[in-house]
């Protein structure tokens, strides 16, 4: 029963914290009907309701959801009154933000009960951020175009209307199998890509463009090369930056990767990985001097020629790699990691500790894989760059691929 209570007094101080944040910016901003406690009372009544009923439910055939959607109405009443007493009554021109916010924070005491006690503080948080900075909100609402709209749309419909419909299974094509599901996969990391570039360059400028270069290389740094190169060939410095940036943002989500999933692993390869991105973070201080990213603005929130584009590419160097593995098969380990880094570097270490972890191959033996995974990956990004810069400059080019592996190998070969 001690259990029971402490289990009770902790949800119920969480509860009550949560509404109280939302309240507390309610109240704020001079809404004096309902505040602070009103919220609090509010979230407080959802947690109690859930309780209740899984009473309910254990003594008798009275469903909890029953009882969770008779206190939601009573939220609803609740929001009905105040905005009935602020409007009609006390003539008033205000906007439904805090009526709606009232059931809300009642659904946040339910997920408190339910035990989703992460999503409870993490809904929290995102709403009062959003209620703190309605002033930011509404200017940003006010720049978003009718094109971003039109492509925001068209990005939805890509990411959750067309992809789940594509089959999970793979299918036969001239004898290897294929991953349609991946391959949809890469069109809406593309999409993905070219609207966070478009939006980052467009609210921060030369701040956001190397945020997109570094984080989009964190998700796809070829797919970033390829973006850059589309967008902003006629200014070879910025294409340059932008290699150093996207790879040092793949080699840190790569060593990341590591840490947390082998931990074991790391020892033998994160060090390499994580001295050759150290190479990069100091390359990029370097080419940011010269590379004017102040211009690099992607007009188009989503460019449809690239995604498709971007997507073949993937779809030829990945069949490729697969059909080289498995004519070589065990033997051709590094010839693998060499050719399958060049379509995903994450793909080729998400595969290598896949095969350590089953003791298919030893811990040197799975670092050099995922090193040459990293010299297959800078090697087709450095070809790409340096085929639409049309090889000015061939050896500034291979600076940055040169000088992080070689560290890189040096380290290993040290450790």
């Known amino acids: 029963m001690a259990v029971e209570f402490s289990s009770f007094l902790s949800s119920a101080l969480l509860a009550i914290a949560l509404g109280g944040l939302i309240g507390l910016e309610r109240e704020r901003t001079g809404s004096v009907i309902v505040g602070l406690r009103t919220f609090a009372i509010v979230s407080f ?10 009473s309910f439910q254990a003594a ?30 006390g003539r008033e021109a205000i906007g439904i933000t805090t009526a709606l ?29 959003l209620l703190v900075q309605r002033q930011k909100v509404h200017a940003v609402v006010k720049a978003v175009t009718v094109a971003e709209i039109a492509d925001g749309l068209i990005f939805a419909i890509i990411a959750f209307v067309i992809y789940p419909l594509i089959p999970a299974n793979p299918q036969v094509f001239l004898g290897y199998l294929i991953d349609l599901q991946l ?17 980052l360059t467009k609210y921060l400028h030369a701040k956001g463009a190397l945020l997109a270069a570094f984080f989009g290389g964190a998700v796809s740094s070829i797919g970033i090369i390829y973006l850059f190169i589309r967008h902003v060939v006629s200014n070879p410095k910025a294409v340059m930056l932008a290699l150093v940036v996207s790879s040092a943002g793949a080699y840190a989500a790569d060593v990341l990767f590591l840490l947390f999933v082998d931990p074991a692993l790391f020892a033998a390869a994160g060090y390499s990985i994580l001295a ?15 590379a004017d990213l102040g211009k690099v603005i992607f007009s188009k929130p989503l460019s449809l020629a690239f995604v498709a584009e971007f997507a073949i590419l993937f779809f030829l160097v990945k069949f490729l790699a697969d059909v080289l593995t498995s004519n070589f098969g065990e033997a ?45 990956s800078m090697a087709v990004k450095t ?3 340096g085929y639409k810069l049309q090889w000015k400059g061939p050896v500034k080019l291979f600076v940055p691929a040169v000088a992080s592996l070689t560290v890189g190998f040096a380290v290993f070969l040290l450790v």
Not at 67 to 79: M, N, P, R, Y
Not at 186 to 193: K, P, T, Y
Request: aromatic share 14%.
């Open 45 to 54: 009544f959802g947690l109690v309701s859930t309780f209740i009923g899984a």
């Open 60 to 89: 008798s055939s009275v469903s909890s959801i029953a009882i969770i959607s008779i206190g939601f109405l009573g939220a609803l009443v609740l929001s009905f009154l105040y905005y009935y007493f602020r409007v009609v009554k």
């Open 101 to 129: 916010a009232i059931p809300f924070t009642y659904l946040l005491g339910v997920l408190v009960g339910l035990g989703f006690t992460f999503e409870a503080v993490t809904s929290a948080i995102a709403i009062a951020l």
């Open 183 to 199: 391959a949809w996969k890469i069109v809406v990391i593309g999409s993905l890509l070219s609207f966070g570039a478009h939006l």
């Open 276 to 290: 050759a991105t150290l190479v990069l973070f100091a390359l990029t201080f370097i080419y940011r001097r010269d």
């Open 332 to 376: 051709g380990l590094v010839i693998s990691s060499l050719i399958g880094g060049a379509a995903s570097s994450s793909a080729v270490f998400a595969s290598t500790v896949a095969l350590f972890s089953q003791g298919a191959i030893s811990s040197k033996q799975a670092a050099m894989s995922m090193l040459f995974g990293l010299v297959g």
């Open 383 to 385: 070809l790409l760059v």
